[in-house]
């Protein structure tokens, strides 16, 4: 039963153009969602969250938006740049509660060719 | 400020050994979780610990796996009689409040022969 799901495994794009990252998730109990991005043999890195009480959330080149109708998230970053090569997770956390454990998705091997 | 350290990076046992993965959380962070990632898969939550009590382990197989993070040292996440299926890259996270961001350490990379 997978709560979050990244059903493209890939992406592959154009140095300046915009990179389009998405992600769905099943959970309602779901309010904060962040997105990971990763190189091989290191650990994940955060990128940018959103709480479920917003529709957009603004870091430099990169911007989540969240559609909650749709339980939809997405991540646009623009400028691409071939140093954003990495694998993008989505993830999300239920905050009240005992435990804010993040759920995962399978993510994203986003390509940035020059 | 050094960020969460996992060692070793990478641990190698044959079936039927142990495998002791070590995380040391950030300073001044009291709250560690072990995640594990399968091939071609995202991570997946294990346990999560604060200091001397384990508060979720509803992601901990009810088997052969155990976590703690006592009073003073790293937190260790122990594996009994490893068998192929434990070979994964197993990532430890702390933060220093409850719902606080999550800094992950690089990953033990298990590989049981």
Not at chain 1, 79 to 108: E, H, R, W
Not at chain 2, 9 to 25: F, I, N
Not at chain 2, 62 to 74: D, I, L, M, Q, Y
Request: net charge positive; charged share 20%; with cysteine.
């Amino acid at each position: 039963d997978q709560q979050v799901k990244q059903n493209s495994p890939s992406l592959s794009v154009q140095e300046g153009r915009i990179s389009i990252l998405n992600c769905d998730y099943t959970n309602s109990m779901f309010d904060y969602f962040l997105w990971y991005k990763k190189y091989p043999a290191e650990g994940p890195t955060f990128l940018i969250s959103i709480s479920s009480i917003k529709d957009k959330n603004e870091d430099g080149r990169f911007t989540v938006f969240l559609n909650k109708s749709a339980k939809h998230l997405s991540l646009h970053i623009v400028p691409s740049q071939p140093g954003d090569s990495a694998v993008y997770f989505c993830a999300a956390s239920a905050v009240t509660g005992a435990n804010s454990k993040l759920t995962f998705g399978k993510g994203i091997t986003l390509s940035v060719r020059p | 400020n050094a960020g969460v350290m996992q060692n070793p990076r990478h641990l190698v046992r044959r079936r039927g050994q142990e495998a002791r993965l070590r995380c040391s959380p950030m300073k001044g962070h009291s709250h560690v979780y072990w995640y594990r990632q399968l091939p071609e898969e995202g991570l997946k939550f294990m346990v999560y610990l604060q200091k001397e009590n384990i508060i979720d382990e509803s992601g901990m197989p009810k088997e052969r796996f155990s976590a703690e993070f006592p009073k003073e040292g790293p937190s260790i996440l122990r594996i009994q009689q490893v068998v192929r299926g434990d070979s994964a890259a197993y990532f430890c996270a702390s933060s220093y409040s409850f719902g606080g961001e999550q800094f992950f350490g690089p990953g033990t990379r298990l590989t049981v022969l």
